[in-house]
Nanobody, 120 residues
Framework: QVQLVESGGGLVQAGGSLRLSCAAS????????VGWYRQAPGKERELVAT???????GYAGSVKGRFTASRDNAKNTLYLQMNSLKPEDTAVYYC??????????????WGKGTLVTASS
């Protein structure tokens, strides 16, 4: 029943901006750590940004100052505002939600991804 659905990917010129959204359903969204990962062709998946349930954000050094992650718990939605895009930002972007329960179990959910292409 849990679903994460990304949207907003597409083709932009280098230096441009794009805003990704991730709509979540089937979970108590506000209790999860959420965030974005990306995977470029030939590279391993890397963490882009996270937001804890307390609202604490973290970013990969490569995107710090250019990308901003936010969450709207009332809308069960996660966002990633991407500015000053570079060709090396080209990747499939995945949203995720994770929770470590008190009994030691781990709950982790992933979207199917949305492609971002920044062309020079």
């Amino acid at each position: 029943q849990v679903q994460l659905v990304e949207s907003g990917g597409g083709l932009v010129q280098a230096g441009g901006s794009l805003r990704l959204s991730c709509a979540a359903s089937g979970l108590t969204f506000g209790t999860y750590t959420v965030g974005w990962y990306r995977q470029a062709p030939g590279k391993e998946r890397e963490l882009v940004a996270t937001i804890t349930s307390a609202g604490i954000t973290g970013y990969a050094g490569s995107v710090k100052g250019r990308f901003t992650a936010s969450r709207d718990n009332a809308k069960n939605t996660l966002y990633l505002q991407m500015n000053s895009l570079k060709p090396e930002d080209t990747a499939v972007y995945y949203c995720y939600a994770g929770l470590d329960a008190a009994d030691g179990s781990t709950w982790q959910y992933w979207g199917k991804g949305t492609l971002v292409t920044a062309s020079s």
